[in-house]
């Protein structure tokens, strides 16, 4: 369906039939299920958080911990090196470190300001960060969601 040129077809590759070297020794079944797991527990942590959205330190720590959850759970399927490579690669290289320093913030925000409106403010930013993290493994997503956003919000007086 598409075309992918250079060092994009020896990117593709069935990560989780490859060996692992190193620390990490699990099988196929047992990475999927780390996988499955720690994805679970993330998003367990993220509804928790919202049951107690009252409370901002406890929704940031709950909400924070259940998103870097969900994120590193990838880690068991193509391997911890490999996603940091893949964090790092120019085209997510910005929305890795606009995500992290969002989580920094909601932090910040919820444990050393107490502030719900700034803890609120930098979740939001940080799941958008997420969103636009997400989009850049998937060909050609950033640019459809980027003309469509500038299709609604475009107004020409």
């Known amino acids: 369906m598409w075309k992918f040129t250079g060092d994009a077809d020896e990117e593709q590759q069935d990560y989780l039939l490859q060996e692992t070297e190193g620390l990490c020794s699990l099988s196929p079944t047992q990475r999927l299920y780390a996988f499955a797991a720690c994805l679970l527990a993330g998003l367990v942590c993220m509804f928790l958080s919202l049951i107690v959205f009252v409370k901002p330190i406890k929704f940031a720590l709950l909400f924070t911990f ?3 959850l969900a994120v590193g ?5 193509i391997g ?5 490579r893949m964090m ?3 085209v997510r290289l910005y929305a890795t470190v606009i995500y ?3 989580v920094i913030v909601a932090l910040v925000c919820a444990l050393l300001i107490h502030s719900k409106i700034l803890t609120v403010i930098a979740i939001i930013c940080e799941i958008c960060a997420l969103i636009w993290y997400s989009l850049s493994y998937i060909p050609f997503a950033r640019r459809m969601v980027s003309e469509v956003t500038i299709r609604l919000f475009d107004t020409e007086i």
């Open 88 to 90: 790092l690669d120019p």
């Open 100 to 102: 992290f320093g969002c």
């Open 66 to 68: 259940g998103n870097m």
């Open 80 to 84: 911890a090196e490999q996603q940091l």
């Open 73 to 77: 759970s990838t880690a068991f399927i």
